[in-house]
């Protein structure tokens, strides 16, 4: 059974309150309920890990090494400017999607950019909760092939 992680940053924890017209009413509890049911019917082990402190998200970087075959992440704002954490994804070589709720490309020019994407496998974003679920169907098609 593929092991999937999925990882969110900063102020993700308090998803359904924060700008609800950029990302969403849902809270990150339902949409890792939605994730859980997405899982089960690919047949995938998935958890869930959020912090809004970079060198703890570096750490589970780390730690999942050996331990997951793919993770999911929305870094948030340290999408931006991360160069740890996207030293930390270049470590361990997992593979990794970048996701985001909102269109980071349609947003403020700082958003622009990703400093992570690089080390990635792809990126997703856009479609609000659904890119959590568009993300874990396209991670579980690349670790199928």
């Given at each position: 059974m593929k092991r999937i992680l999925v990882m969110n940053?900063?102020?993700l924890n308090m998803l359904g309150v924060r700008e609800p017209g950029i990302y969403g009413k849902q809270s990150l509890q339902s949409i890792e309920e939605m994730?859980?049911?997405q899982?089960?019917?690919l047949s995938v082990s998935i958890t869930f890990y959020q912090s809004n402190h970079e060198g703890e998200l570096i750490?589970?970087?780390h730690a999942s090494l050996g331990e997951v075959d793919g993770i999911l992440l929305n870094a948030g704002a340290f999408t931006h400017y991360s160069y740890a954490i996207r030293d930390a994804l270049s470590t361990v070589?997992?593979?990794?999607i970048e996701l985001h709720l909102s269109n980071i490309h349609a947003r403020e020019s700082f958003r622009h950019t990703?400093?992570?994407a690089a080390v990635t496998i792809g990126q997703i974003s856009g479609f609000?909760?659904?890119s959590y679920e568009h993300a874990l169907n396209a991670m579980y098609r690349?670790?199928?092939t």
């Open positions: 940053g900063p102020n994730l859980r049911a899982a089960e019917k750490d589970r970087i070589k997992i593979p990794t990703s400093v992570i609000g909760a659904y690349y670790l199928e």
